[in-house]
């Protein structure tokens, strides 16, 4: 039998990583297979690839992929702030961040923001089940109002969207997801693998063990038939040339990256752009009153600066440079220091 390989010659199993311990039927395998697939798609040696976590079910999924890739799983909810450490010693690698609702809505949410705010150059993946899993199942901070799952009464809090917060803060791309929209996930963390900066893909993925009932709205049966895809997404890698790839029926509308790949949106209802931060609050806000999930590529800006660029770093990474090279010299520490003192 031939094993298939990717663009570099390697073949998927390179890109796995040990059996899942999650319940079966969890939405977050669903997602490990997408970074898996995407990972070997893009063609990036898997030891340029550092996946981080916190604590949690979702930050237990770097184990089953990417075995070899470097990985550090961090406290609860301080994944960004180890990665930001991570990416300023080292720029040329991949960061895939994976967290989940708890991890990042509740006890992470200030390192959220300020990972947004500094433009880190990382794909943020938040695994959102709506509940704790890892604790019996309690409502998390961004499960939708009215919504109930199994043996509990309905949730009365509010909910924090985390897509409307990153669009708030000017994240640079901003995408919801659904981890039963194996399609529609892969377009989407395969350019977010080649945007410049911070990706945020917030991943409806649903618990199959305390909330596997239609009335709660994170359900695979609720999402399913409350999803409103607001584009079908094909994503075009930088080694493929455009005209190669089919193109779809109807309108679309083509969005260059960083690396020279394409992201194509096809519209699918009423024509949307995702340059337009406002009709994508609203579009979030909307689907929130009408109890619908609203996915696709919500929000995307090109021309921002990385944390890496605004801190003048050197092309090198700053783990290749030699001692000599960060270490000043006895003069130029001298002039600095007088300048402090004058």
């Given at each position: 039998m031939t094993i298939k390989l990717n663009i570099i010659e390697l073949p998927k199993s390179d890109y796995q990583g040990k059996p899942s311990s999650l319940c079966p039927g969890c939405g977050h395998d669903q997602i490990s297979t997408v970074i898996i697939n995407a990972a070997w798609e893009n063609g990036i040696p898997p030891e340029r690839i550092a996946k981080m976590s916190g604590i949690g079910c979702s930050s237990k999924t770097p184990a089953y992929f990417l075995g070899k890739s470097h990985g550090f799983n961090t406290l609860h909810g301080r994944m960004p702030s180890v990665t930001t450490g991570a990416c300023m010693a080292n720029k040329d690698l991949c960061f895939i961040g994976v967290s989940g609702d708890g991890d990042t809505a509740s006890i992470g949410m200030g390192q959220f923001v300020h990972a947004i705010r500094r433009n880190l150059n990382m794909v943020y993946i938040i695994e959102?089940?709506?509940?704790?899993?890892?604790?019996?199942?309690?409502?998390?901070?961004?499960?939708?109002?009215?919504?109930?799952?199994?043996?509990?009464?309905?949730?009365?809090?509010?909910?924090?969207?985390?897509?409307?917060?990153?669009?708030?803060?000017?994240?640079?791309?901003?995408?919801?997801?659904?981890?039963g929209s194996k399609k529609q996930l892969t377009a989407l963390i395969k350019a977010a693998m080649s945007h410049r900066g911070i990706a945020v893909i917030d991943v409806i993925s649903p618990c199959v063990t305390f909330a596997n009932n239609d009335e709660f709205f994170r359900s695979y049966g609720y999402v399913k038939d409350n999803e409103t895809e607001l584009h079908s997404p094909d994503y075009i890698p930088h080694h493929t040339p455009v005209e190669e790839v089919d193109i779809p029926a109807g309108e679309y509308q083509d969005i260059e990256l960083f690396d020279g790949a394409t992201l194509r949106l096809e519209t699918v209802g009423n024509e949307y752009d995702p340059s337009d931060a406002m009709a994508a609050l609203a579009a979030i806000h909307k689907a929130e009153v009408d109890k619908m999930h609203v996915t696709g590529l919500l929000y995307f800006d090109a021309d921002q600066a990385t944390l890496d660029e605004e801190l003048s770093l050197s092309d090198t990474p700053l783990v290749d440079l030699s001692d000599d090279e960060l270490r000043p010299s006895e003069q130029a520490l001298a002039d600095l220091l007088a300048d402090f003192r004058s």
């Open positions: 959102n089940n709506g509940v704790y899993g890892l604790t019996k199942g309690q409502y998390s901070a961004t499960v939708e109002k009215g919504s109930r799952k199994r043996k509990a009464e309905e949730n009365r809090q509010n909910p924090i969207d985390l897509c409307a917060m990153a669009i708030n803060l000017g994240c640079s791309f901003v995408a919801r997801s659904f981890s």
